[in-house]
């Protein structure tokens, strides 16, 4: 069975950053493209960015390309996501997914696991 547990979320200043890691936990943790999500409030669950198995090939969203980073480390089974120039708009709940396969995705629906989730607030 796998596990995700996020850590590192908070409250930052706008202009602010901060990092988020994911802990995996289960299955060869090199088998599973790994994704972040974010939830914000009265929103629907959006894609953040993706990193391929091994780490070669990363995938943002718009909104945060050039501001956000993924990142892994296979020997130590956890996935980064290093967040510059936090704006107020970044406010929202992270989520970790890792789907097993080759291939980034950026839709919710082809992650086959999830972990709890991390709050980040960003104040203006």
């Known amino acids: 069975q796998v596990q995700l547990v996020e850590s590192g979320g908070g409250l930052v200043q706008t202009g602010g950053s901060l990092r988020l890691s994911c802990a995996y936990s289960?299955?060869?943790?090199?088998?599973?493209?790994m994704g972040w999500f974010r939830q914000a409030p009265g929103k629907e669950r959006e894609f953040v960015a993706a990193v391929s198995l091994g780490g070669a090939t990363t995938y943002y969203a718009d909104s945060v390309k050039g501001r956000f980073t993924i990142s892994r480390d296979n020997t130590k089974n956890t996935v980064y996501l290093q967040m510059n120039s936090l704006k107020p708009e970044d406010t929202a709940v992270y989520y970790c997914a890792a789907r097993r396969g080759l291939r980034v995705a950026i839709r919710e629906g082809e992650y086959d696991y999830w972990g709890q989730g991390t709050q980040v607030t960003v104040s203006s």
């Open positions: 289960g299955r060869t943790f090199s088998s599973y493209a």
